[in-house]
């Protein structure tokens, strides 16, 4: 496999990054990467410390509120197996973050080389980053020799989050990082922790097994792209989630919604990013569902999918061209929820079982799979996944 080793420093609003290529195969010509459009390349050498030549080919616009613009690069007369890419700068995107207290970095946020051709495919990566001992790095470990944080990702990104000068809640089988702006945040914070005390083991029951022993969940302090994330085991929100109970009395419904939904994508992953990602978001939706129905909020679960009927657009989850719904996480939700209707909570269970037991994650496998246990739910299910709008069967 190809290996690449980074290394970050931190500086109050930038990184400065030394990005080491190993191609497992020796290189004769040239080979391209792609990084966001706020880094700038300094230079590029070759393992003798030649510095090569090398062009911006091109810009590509990202149609996304999420994911930075990114410059594509051509690096010429290319001998060798290893190369280093040294660049600095800063990006925006999804809890994308530089400041003098934090620093949260993504793929959204193209801050290390990719995709990177020839090689594809998924790097072997780890990361050493200097933000000193005043910082903590979640998922990494210190190392004192080097002065530095070690980190080697569990999934196929590289996403960094450093932090100082936080607040820091713990409960069972969790931990929160936070920022807050007023006492109402400590609060919520609490909420966010506690609520794994209920969603763990059952999430543990549902699935049969455990995938991480203490949960971290960290809050950022920005708005920009509001919403949550589950990477490495590790839940990242938005102020968003504190949003809740400014001007109404705290809620913890909304907040255990929120939690479980990424929590449970500890378990419910797997399908492609195209169209098949219904699967993942709809069975993260429904595991935290399930636990909100069999603890006495079938209130609070009704009222979410009246919200999701409101907001539907006509789209059928099978997108026409193969891409990833712009609806993915409202589509499926409703054709559960009517399945629900028809049959009960112990068939909706079952689904998601059947989805996360999968060893090929996509639709099809899906389906062959209930339909040995269930061949009238095919029908229903074929058609909902064409459907242009569900709600209206509601």
Request: hydrophobic residues 35%.
């Amino acid at each position: 496999m190809n290996r690449m080793l980074l290394r970050l420093w931190k500086r109050s609003d930038a990184i400065e990054v030394e990005c080491r290529l190993d191609f497992r195969e020796p290189l004769s010509g040239s080979f391209t990467f792609q990084l966001a459009c706020g880094y700038q390349v300094d230079r590029i050498v070759d393992s003798d410390g030649r510095c090569l030549e090398f062009e911006s080919a091109e810009k590509r616009t990202i149609d996304s509120p999420y994911r930075a613009d990114r410059g594509c690069y051509v690096v010429k007369n290319a001998l060798g197996t290893q190369f280093s890419i040294f660049y600095s700068g800063a990006s925006r995107a999804q809890h994308t973050l530089f400041s003098d207290d934090v620093l949260a970095i993504n793929r959204a946020s193209g801050w290390y080389p990719c995709p990177i051709s020839p090689g594809g495919g998924v790097w072997d990566a780890e990361v050493f980053i200097y933000p000193g001992l005043d910082y903590v790095v979640l998922n990494a470990h210190f190392l004192p020799e080097e002065n530095a944080w070690y980190y080697r990702p569990q999934e196929d990104e590289l996403f960094i989050v450093a932090l100082k000068n936080y607040r820091c809640k713990r409960s069972q089988g969790g931990v929160i990082y936070y920022y807050p702006q007023d006492d109402t945040d400590d609060h919520i914070a609490a909420l966010c922790v506690n609520s794994l005390a209920g969603l763990l083991p059952y999430f543990e029951s549902l699935y049969g097994c455990n995938t991480v022993d203490e949960v971290s969940i960290v809050s950022l302090p920005t708005s920009f792209n509001a919403g949550a994330y589950n990477i490495d085991r590790t839940i990242i929100l938005n102020r968003l989630v504190f949003a809740y109970g400014k001007d109404t009395a705290v809620s913890e419904e909304p907040i255990t919604h929120l939690i479980g939904h990424e929590l449970a994508h500890n378990w419910c992953c797997g399908a492609a990013g195209n169209w098949e990602d219904w699967l993942n978001e709809t069975s993260a939706e429904w595991s935290a569902l399930a636990y909100l129905l069999e603890n006495g909020h079938t209130s609070y679960v009704h009222d979410v999918i009246l919200d999701y009927c409101r907001e539907e657009k006509p789209e059928p989850i099978r997108t026409r061209d193969g891409e990833r719904p712009s609806q993915v996480h409202l589509k499926g939700t409703l054709l559960f929820y009517h399945l629900y209707r028809m049959y009960d909570l112990a068939v909706i269970k079952y689904l998601l079982k059947a989805f996360v037991e999968l060893r090929e994650k996509n639709t099809d496998s899906w389906l062959r799979r209930i339909g040995k246990h269930y061949p009238q739910l095919i029908p229903e299910i074929i058609e909902g996944l064409h459907a242009e709008l569900l709600g209206g069967r509601l």
